[in-house]
């Protein structure tokens, strides 16, 4: 049972979630936010995959991206956005099918900077999940355009 | 106008580039290659959107990734595809509308090991071209399993 | 109680330890290696400060480097060494006197690649920690020239 | 010949330079400053080597993380300073003997925040320049604490 302060985040961080062209178009969902951490799926398809078929590094990237900014932005006032320095992810291993799980962690909450992690871990058809990708972020707080 | 080798060398990568179900989905075009280059273009189209309108970060890192996986695939042999080990990208701006092009360049072709980076830039609707982001990139060749 | 061979693993990579000119002009020491994992330390010293007196960041990026490089050797075949393809680091904090504790983790273990993170902490004079600097990073396993 | 002006910004970062006890340590000197340039120099010593006699991979990442930072520093305001969020590196290739030169440059001085690349080159006996690593930085301007 998630309680109401959880599901207030999970409406605010849902409601920027929604506004993503990109995440829609990928097919990604948001699971799962709590303070200071995010979790997004995204299921294996033709719209996410690469040359050999299997799932294209930029989607592990947008979704690492994602899971990594919205877990600061938990961790930003309620009325600001974030937005991303830079990142950067390594790539442990190529899966095909299945569904990737990106979980994105605060692991440090400045003013001026916000420093994430995030795992991605892919998930086979019997659900059995294996190491995907891990990333390192930084992010910036900034004011809504919206 | 373009020498024969290097219409070779842009059929050989666009065989792969077309390959690749997530560019045909972002809307992702092949402009150049050569030698240890290549260029990509992405227009910006909803499919490519985040929360504010913009280009979302992950379409600008899947773009890079695909400049700079690309240049480093001119430099490996023939019978070889690229995997990426990892990469790191700095976002310096954020744009909506127009289009953007991303320019991948071998740093260094090792034996096992090749480095990339790549530069983005966005072009406006009257072509003003505007540093979007930078890209540094880890990648090794690999047997091709199709 | 440390087992047997934990111990020759630490015999073997402090062997490769104490052969670092670097190293030991910083003032670093040994303090821990476990199959997949290690830990050395770095104490404030005039040889490590930057301009404001503080930990010199390329020491942190020198201790975090190490740290990841020998948890990477412990997973490697015992006849090779390592090399660091790359890293990236962030800084959490600056930090002034007292120590401070890097532990290197492997995070895969592959045949050609090997990846980690290590975590920088600062210990005050009277022992308490603080987040200083996170790092990820990419190593190959590379033949001995010595 | 320099101008007067770029006499004056190197005596401003000369300052700050000489104040690093560990560049001191390590055997660095500051070669040249411009707007938006700086460029370093280490010299191979057992101060600055690895297990295997080159240079040791915290040493470039040091220098590189000098290059880019007082690079930076020219595009900082004149009553500032600044200090590394985040780098990263990656090396070529190993040396030992001669000399590292790195040369760092910005590449979007910001308000908030400045990015730049570094580029290390190895000089051997004769002089002969052989690339050695490049590195990507997140930099911002901090209040001066001296």
């Given at each position: 049972?998630t309680n109401p302060d959880q599901n207030?985040?999970?409406?605010?961080?849902?409601?920027?979630?929604?506004?993503?062209?990109?995440?829609?178009?990928?097919?990604?969902?948001?699971l799962r936010v709590e303070p200071g951490?995010?979790?997004?799926?995204?299921?294996?398809?033709?719209?996410?995959?690469?040359?050999?078929?299997?799932?294209?590094?930029?989607?592990?990237?947008?979704?690492?991206?994602?899971?990594?900014?919205?877990?600061?932005?938990?961790?930003?006032?309620?009325?600001?956005?974030?937005?991303?320095?830079?990142?950067?992810?390594?790539?442990?291993?190529?899966?095909?099918?299945?569904?990737?799980?990106?979980?994105?962690?605060?692991?440090?909450?400045?003013?001026?900077?916000?420093?994430?992690?995030?795992?991605?871990?892919?998930?086979?058809?019997?659900?059995?999940?294996?190491?995907?990708?891990?990333?390192?972020?930084?992010?910036?707080?900034?004011?809504?355009?919206?």
């Amino acid at each position: 049972m998630t309680n109401p302060d959880q599901n207030d985040l999970f409406k605010r961080i849902q409601a920027s979630f929604l506004r993503q062209g990109m995440m829609n178009n990928l097919g990604a969902r948001l699971l799962r936010v709590e303070p200071g951490l995010c979790e997004v799926a995204l299921p294996h398809s033709e719209r996410v995959s690469q040359q050999q078929g299997g799932f294209h590094g930029g989607a592990m990237g947008a979704l690492a991206d994602i899971a990594g900014g919205y877990a600061a932005l938990t961790a930003a006032p309620p009325d600001m956005e974030v937005t991303t320095v830079e990142y950067k992810i390594n790539f442990l291993a190529s899966f095909s099918g299945g569904e990737l799980r990106a979980v994105g962690r605060v692991v440090k909450a400045g003013k001026r900077i916000i420093v994430t992690t995030a795992e991605v871990v892919h998930l086979d058809a019997s659900g059995k999940p294996t190491a995907c990708a891990v990333m390192q972020q930084t992010i910036v707080p900034v004011h809504k355009t919206y």
